[in-house]
């Protein structure tokens, strides 16, 4: 009976030894291919990098895609039993790149739209519809030549306006020279102390049109399967402060399976005429008799924010 468990426990020891060579020989095969693919992804990387440098166009784009849709009925726990409700927001961020040796040409276009709905079945004079909230719409066009790597003489237009809401009320136009430095690769900064900016709106006593200086930074750039783009632009008005703005906007895209993945965008923005235009139109003397009339000088200029996140599909 010994005998037998003793060469029992030998054949069990000899699988065990067997299945453990296989396995080490298994991962030096796995090794020896990762190395080998690693190589070739370097040269690949190589590659690319010859291609990008060569003159042409570069033409990409990335976006968001973030929604819900829910239905309730006879859900008593919450104030509306009876509602339909969804969110829908869109993000797009495209650009077509002209680079060659003398000179660039550059053209982007930024969007963030997002409607919101709530209908309350129990009350029949509600909106029923999608009411558009989020509403970002930006395009700009930058053309340089060369003095040398990293410095170029420019000139850049830049709209933005809403698509939604109010389109061109207000709308902003930004055009104007000076000079564009690169850094690094994919960074853009732009530097025109010579623009003017357009200002069209129907409230003639808000918003005005002013010479300053436009200042642009921009940074986009694909690592592996994340997509990222920051774009600051300002616009310093040499007549009034008040006249002055700024944007922030930033995207980020990864992809998690072929081209879909999660994506998640937010900005920042500061203009004071928008913030007067509104508190303007929130301003009751009526109701409130002792309430003081917005001004420049006393109006609240907060800082506007927005962020969407949801679904990414790369283009």
């Known amino acids: 009976m010994n005998r037998k468990l003793f060469f029992l426990a030998i054949f069990l020891l000899g699988i065990v030894t067997a299945n453990a060579q296989t396995k080490e020989e298994l991962q030096a095969q796995k090794s020896e291919k990762q190395a080998a693919a690693n190589a070739l992804q370097a040269e ?10 060569l003159p042409g166009w570069r033409v990409g784009a990335f976006g968001t895609i973030g929604g819900n849709i829910s ?8 104030g509306a039993p009876n509602n339909a409700s969804g969110n829908i927001g869109i993000t797009f961020n495209g650009y077509a790149n002209l680079i060659e040796e003398k000179f660039f040409w550059r053209n982007s276009l930024t969007t963030n739209l997002n409607w919101v709905k709530l209908d309350n079945k129990d009350i029949t004079t509600d909106d029923k519809s999608f009411k558009p909230t989020t509403d970002v719409f930006n395009i700009s066009s930058l053309y340089g030549r060369n003095i040398t790597k990293a410095f170029a003489v420019s000139g850049l237009m830049e709209y933005r306006t809403t698509l939604l809401n109010n389109f061109n009320d207000p709308g902003y136009l930004d055009l104007g020279v000076g000079a564009t430095w690169t850094p690094i690769k994919n960074l853009i900064v732009v530097i025109h102390p010579l623009n003017y900016n357009f200002v069209f709106s129907n409230n003639d006593t808000v918003f005005e ?3 300053g200086a436009k200042i642009v930074a921009d ?4 690592i592996g399967a994340i997509n990222f783009k920051s774009n600051f632009s300002t ?5 009034s402060s008040d006249l002055s703005n700024f944007t922030w906007t930033n995207s980020f895209g990864y992809t998690l399976w072929k081209m879909i993945g999660v994506g998640f965008d937010f900005g920042l923005r500061s203009n004071k005429q928008e913030a007067l ?27 506007q924010t927005y962020y969407t996140v949801g679904l990414s599909y790369k283009f």
């Open 219 to 222: 940074y986009t750039r694909q």
């Open 235 to 239: 616009f310093q008005s040499y007549k």
């Open 71 to 78: 239905n309730f009925n006879n859900w008593y726990s919450q």
């Open 277 to 303: 235009n509104y508190a303007l139109g929130q301003f009751d003397p009526l109701a409130v008799p002792t309430q003081t009339e917005p001004t420049f000088d006393n109006v609240d200029n907060k800082l």
């Open 44 to 53: 690949a990387n190589a590659l690319q990098a010859q291609i990008d440098a």
């Open 209 to 211: 049109s002013s010479l």
